[in-house]
């Protein structure tokens, strides 16, 4: 079946300092790929998806690009703030999930220190 | 502002209570979800809804009776729950058809707490 595995966290940071999470996937034929965002006491809220390989999705100065060959849709942005202190969940959909489905990773807790 | 809206946002009620959860979505998706969500882990699913069908019943256990009145809403029936059904519960909706790989939208959730 399909799966989601990202980095354990939690993941502490200064303000300003470079993100990475890292997201490997195992799936058939070809999934789309997602990243949600999950601030404190409110729900999940996409921050950026890719459809198909290569695809590079980008929100808020997140990007994530989708690597067929590596199986990886790695989340990274250049210069974290407080504000991005929050859940983060690596997930797909379709490749050959029951329809419907996503599957998600175990997510990542960023916390961002001034 | 989310565009799939959840009421109550905080539910209290003892094991024997009847209460209802709430979903709605006006994006004209016809795919409609609840998932169930324990503190910092992934959101489990419970139900899925397409066409206002019940599609996939993730062996949730009676207690919990889900309804699709129609494409913009989507119910959640609580009855006898147990204090382990204390989590946030979440609604998402998504489209249907050729874009079924789109992403689903996620509402912020009813935190629900069993007495």
């Known amino acids: 079946g399909n799966s989601v595995t990202q980095m354990e966290g939690p993941v502490t940071l200064s303000e300003e300092a470079f993100l990475t999470i890292n997201c490997t996937y195992t799936?058939?034929?070809?999934?789309?790929l997602f990243w949600y965002v999950q601030y404190p006491g409110e729900g999940l809220q996409l921050l950026l998806k890719?459809?198909?390989?290569?695809d590079k999705g980008s929100n808020k100065g997140f990007e994530a690009t989708y690597r067929k060959e590596t199986t990886s849709f790695h989340l990274e942005k250049g210069s974290v703030q407080v504000s991005d202190s929050a859940v983060y969940f690596c997930a797909l959909s379709g490749g050959g999930t029951s329809y419907g489905k996503l599957t998600f990773g175990q997510g990542t807790i960023l916390t961002v220190h001034p | 502002d989310t565009e799939v809206t959840q009421t109550p946002k905080h539910l209290v009620m003892g094991m024997t209570n009847k209460k209802s959860l709430k979903c709605e979505q006006h994006m004209g998706h016809r795919a409609m979800y609840w998932y169930k969500q324990k503190a910092k882990k992934p959101p489990e699913l419970m139900f899925v809804y397409s066409y206002e069908k019940l599609s996939i019943n993730e062996s949730v256990p009676s207690r919990f009776s889900p309804e699709c009145p129609n494409s913009s809403l989507l119910n959640l029936h609580l009855h006898a729950l147990q204090p382990e059904d204390s989590a946030l519960y979440l609604c998402a909706s998504s489209p249907l058809g050729r874009d079924s790989n789109q992403p689903q939208h996620f509402g912020d959730g009813t935190r629900l707490s069993i007495l």
């Open positions: 890719a459809t198909k390989a290569d």
């Open positions: 799936a058939t034929g070809y999934p789309s």
